[in-house]
């Protein structure tokens, strides 16, 4: 992210798209990253920044309409992971290229208990983007809690690779430490 943003200042578009894409893939939620992509010409990258984080005008007194996907993506950022999985469901049915819908609606059902729907969500996210940072996270807790830690262990090692200080799995996992410290996979905090 950072070496795209720098090639982008620099002018450099074709470059940071090349460091930028595969951050994406990475963090395919992650609004800023899609937006970087938009200015350097990803027509598909605008779209679904406009989705992730979509324009405010503070100054007039208009509403701008939001998409269903940004209003999914609402219900997830404000805890309401009934409301977006009802809202994220159909979309990622009729977009699964989508990858920033279906990651939402993982971790949507995720939250809500759906162990079987989230798992292959993150499987189906897995195999365009083996190092989807929360479809690793996400699918590594799900393995320890079935007692599969085995199988989680490389997820966790893919997770830690793009985030070694662990702070999207802190935030990812905080509810779930509440909850039930045992059932969080072996990462280093």
Same mark, same amino acid.
């Not at 795209?4 to 090349?18: F, M, S, Y």
């Not at 699964?96 to 609606?105: S, Y």
């Not at 200080?165 to 410290?181: F, K, M």
């Given at each position: 992210?950072?070496?795209?943003? /720098?090639?982008?200042?620099?002018?450099?578009?074709?470059?940071?798209?090349?460091?930028?894409?595969?951050?994406?893939?990475?963090?395919?939620?992650?609004?800023?990253?899609?937006?970087?992509?938009?200015?350097?010409?990803?027509?598909?990258?605008?779209?679904?920044? /406009?989705? +992730? $984080?979509?324009?405010?005008?503070?100054? *007039?007194?208009?509403?701008?309409?939001? &998409?269903?996907?940004?209003?999914?993506?609402?219900?997830?950022?404000?805890?309401?992971?009934?409301?977006?999985? *009802?809202?994220?469901?159909?979309?990622?049915?009729?977009?699964?290229?989508? $990858?920033?819908?279906?990651? /939402?609606?993982?971790?949507?059902?995720?939250?809500?208990?759906?162990?079987?729907?989230?798992? &292959?969500?993150?499987?189906?996210?897995?195999?365009?983007?083996?190092?989807?940072?929360?479809?690793?996270?996400?699918? *590594?807790?799900?393995?320890?809690?079935?007692?599969?830690?085995?199988?989680?262990?490389?997820?966790?090692?893919? /997770?830690?690779?793009?985030?070694?200080?662990? +702070?999207?799995?802190?935030?990812?996992?905080?509810?779930?430490?509440?909850?039930?410290? &045992?059932?969080?996979? *072996?990462?280093?905090?």
């Amino acid at each position: 992210f950072l070496a795209g943003r /720098a090639e982008l200042v620099e002018g450099h578009k074709d470059q940071a798209l090349a460091a930028l894409q595969p951050a994406a893939l990475v963090a395919p939620d992650d609004g800023a990253i899609r937006r970087l992509l938009a200015e350097c010409g990803s027509d598909p990258d605008a779209a679904i920044a /406009a989705d +992730l $984080m979509p324009p405010v005008d503070l100054v *007039s007194n208009d509403r701008t309409p939001i &998409s269903s996907i940004t209003l999914g993506h609402l219900f997830l950022r404000q805890g309401l992971p009934v409301h977006a999985s *009802s809202q994220l469901r159909p979309i990622w049915k009729a977009q699964p290229g989508r $990858m920033d819908v279906g990651l /939402a609606l993982a971790e949507s059902v995720w939250r809500l208990g759906n162990n079987d729907e989230a798992e &292959s969500i993150c499987r189906a996210l897995r195999q365009v983007s083996p190092h989807c940072l929360k479809a690793n996270l996400i699918l *590594s807790q799900l393995l320890c809690a079935s007692g599969r830690s085995e199988e989680a262990t490389p997820l966790c090692d893919a /997770a830690t690779a793009v985030d070694p200080e662990n +702070l999207v799995a802190r935030d990812l996992y905080a509810w779930l430490a509440i909850r039930s410290g &045992s059932q969080l996979p *072996s990462l280093p905090y």
